[in-house]
Nanobody
Framework: QVQLIESGGGLVQAGGSLRLSCAASGRTFSSYTMGWFRQAPGKERELVAATSRSGGNTYYADSVKGRFTISRDNAKNTVYMQMNSLKPEDTAVYYC????????????????WGQGTQVTVSS
């Protein structure tokens, strides 16, 4: 079992920045692919960014490329997402998720989820 706890969400003006953190329990954090998903009201949950087990490979949705950066610190059992140049359309609940296999863009293939943190970007 892996427990994930997100933090760092909040209200920010368009153009601003936020850094999300996701702390994981357990000793096997480095064996999981980690992803950040988001879900806006009335929309499906979508993958925003993902990182491989070592952190050497990353994936970004086209909508956030060049603005968001995912990283992980396996010594601290934590994955981060730096979000810059935020836009109102980035407003959503952001979830951290862990997958025991290789990278996947499908939410259903992730095994463990955090409770989510709200990000609201005002125009």
């Amino acid at each position: 079992q892996v427990q994930l706890i997100e933090s760092g969400g909040g209200l920010v003006q368009a153009g601003g920045s936020l850094r999300l953190s996701c702390a994981a329990s357990g000793r096997t954090f480095s064996s999981y692919t980690m992803g950040w998903f988001r879900q806006a009201p009335g929309k499906e949950r979508e993958l925003v960014a993902a990182t491989s087990r070592s952190g050497g490979n990353t994936y970004y949705a086209d909508s956030v490329k060049g603005r968001f950066t995912i990283s992980r610190d396996n010594a601290k059992n934590t994955v981060y997402m730096q979000m810059n140049s935020l836009k109102p359309e980035d407003t959503a609940v952001y979830y951290c998720a862990a997958r025991s296999g290789l990278y996947s863009g499908r939410a259903l293939s992730y095994d463990f989820w955090g409770q989510g943190t709200q990000v609201t970007v005002s125009s």
